[in-house]
């Protein structure tokens, strides 16, 4: 089962930027797409974007498209989500996960993940 663990959310200006980080272990990181989800109160846990297993392909909600940047270091096991030109809707807890199965895919349903860690949150101020 894979361990996931948030970092890096806090209380940005609107404008201002944050980097999230997730550490995975567990399973063999380098063989699963990753990805970011967050939930904002009183709504549904949401997909952000997406990473594939060698880094090569990403994918984002068309909300955070050209201002949030998903990338990994696969010899320190660890997801990046790089948050610019941040809005106040971006408030949220952030989570990461990992495909359920190796390969390129990552659905993009938070229905589809059984274990989901803490989540980092993320408060932006107008």
């Known amino acids: 089962q894979v361990q996931l663990q948030e970092s890096g959310g806090g209380l940005a200006q609107a404008g201002g930027s944050l980097r999230l980080s997730c550490a995975a272990s567990g399973r063999t990181f380098s063989s699963y797409s990753m990805g970011w989800f967050r939930q904002s109160p009183g709504k549904e846990r949401e997909f952000v974007a997406a990473i594939t297993w060698d880094g090569g392909r990403t994918f984002y909600t068309d909300s955070v498209k050209g201002r949030f940047t998903i990338s990994r270091d696969n010899d320190k096991n660890t997801l990046y989500l790089q948050m610019d030109s941040l809005k106040s809707e971006a408030t949220a807890v952030y989570y990461c996960?990992?495909?359920?199965?190796?390969?390129?895919?990552?659905?993009?349903?938070?229905?589809?993940?059984?274990?989901w860690g803490q989540g980092t949150q993320v408060t932006v101020s107008s």
């Open positions: 996960n990992q495909a359920p199965t190796t390969g390129w895919g990552f659905p993009p349903q938070a229905s589809a993940y059984d274990y």
